[in-house]
């Protein structure tokens, strides 16, 4: 049996499998790019979601209404929500950079109420985007209040 003087691998070996993991590397960043914003999207909607289902409790709790109302603008540069009782001012609250109100989907500028039995004045559907158009709209049922978060504009 030949034993072998260089135990190891070649400069060319190595160059290959640099050269590999660099492609491979190149075509995973974008997607996890992407994967990244769409998961602060969907945080972004849980939040809101979460938001929603706070006001609609201590509506209940308090038995006071509670509101939230809508802000954006056309370059969506400070989107977000303004919440609190009724008949006082409210906190706002921006939204998370790259997420926005798709002002295009949603409806008119009235605040969403929350009566002290728990259910809404209205339905109300709140569309969240983020900069690669991933759409994720949060749900108010009209008649239970019930709160959701569903895949683009929902059913």
């Known amino acids: 049996m030949r034993r072998r003087g260089n135990a190891g691998f070649t400069l060319v070996e190595l160059l290959f499998v640099l050269a590999l993991i660099g492609v491979l590397s ?25 938001t929603l289902r706070e006001l609609q409790n201590r509506a209940v709790v308090e038995e006071r209404a509670y509101y939230i109302q809508f802000i954006y603008s056309l370059d969506h540069g400070r989107d977000g929500y303004r919440a609190g009782p009724f008949g006082e001012k409210g906190v706002f609250h921006r939204l998370p950079e790259g997420i926005s109100i798709a002002n295009n989907y949603l409806q008119p500028k009235t605040p969403l109420l929350f009566y002290p039995s728990g259910s809404p004045n209205t339905g109300a559907s709140i569309p969240l985007q983020n900069k690669q158009g991933d759409l994720l709209t949060v749900k108010v049922m009209v008649a239970t209040g019930r709160v959701r978060v569903v895949q683009g504009l929902g059913g």
Do not use: D, I
């Open 26 to 50: 190149l075509a995973a960043v974008p997607q996890g790019s992407r994967l990244l914003t769409f998961f602060s999207l969907q945080r972004a909607a849980r939040e809101l979601a979460g």
